[in-house]
């Protein structure tokens, strides 16, 4: 049997730097996209009204790292160390799952395609991984825009399959994508 299979803790791209999260960056993830509706209106979870929160979730981080069961990476510019973003890797057998997100004031300038497209071909050269996925809220273009910019391929629609608190407590459909080999 193989050993569980992990991710370097840095990866560098032609402007980024995706590191392991420290607690230092719940500050910067605060005031750049935690407490920003129009942030996290796509995600799981409600907007942090306290630095605290960030700072409860960026210890999961850290604990997701130890124990293997996720490898979250905090965005940096490669000029600066503020985090800028988030960008998660979960594996799952021979599956890695990615998600993502991205403080507003660098939306538009590719970062995010970047960030996931160093993740996802890290993944996907791995010889024990054969898919790499995700998933985005139906309404969500500006994610399922990354995916397909990265070569995921939509597989289809997941009829209310999540519930995005900031948009309604009904579950959601949403898009599935892939990469494969």
């Excluded at 193989?2 to 590191?19: N, Q, S």
């Excluded at 960026?58 to 490669?78: N, V």
């Excluded at 997100?101 to 970047?114: F, H, K, N």
């Amino acid at each position: 049997m193989l050993p569980p299979l992990r991710p370097p803790e840095e990866i560098h791209t032609a402007r980024l730097l995706l590191r392991r999260p420290l607690l230092d960056d719940a500050r910067s993830l605060f005031e750049r996209y935690t407490q920003d509706p129009a942030v996290t209106i796509y995600l799981t979870w409600r907007p942090h009204s306290e630095i605290s929160e960030t700072e409860a979730f960026i210890r999961r981080c850290m604990r997701s790292w130890e124990t293997g069961d996720a490898f979250p990476y905090a965005i940096t510019l490669q000029e600066q160390r503020d985090a800028i973003g988030m960008i998660e890797l979960r594996m799952q057998g021979h599956k890695a799952e990615l998600g993502y997100v991205l403080a507003r004031e660098y939306w538009g300038r590719g970062y995010m395609t970047e960030a996931a497209e160093a993740l996802a071909s890290w993944a996907i050269a791995q010889p024990a991984i054969y898919r790499v996925w995700a998933l985005c809220d139906a309404e969500n273009t500006g994610s399922a825009r990354v995916m397909e910019k990265i070569g995921m391929r939509r597989e289809g629609i997941l009829g209310r399959w999540i519930i995005h608190p900031n948009i309604s407590a009904e579950p959601r459909d949403c898009y599935s994508y892939a990469l494969t080999r």
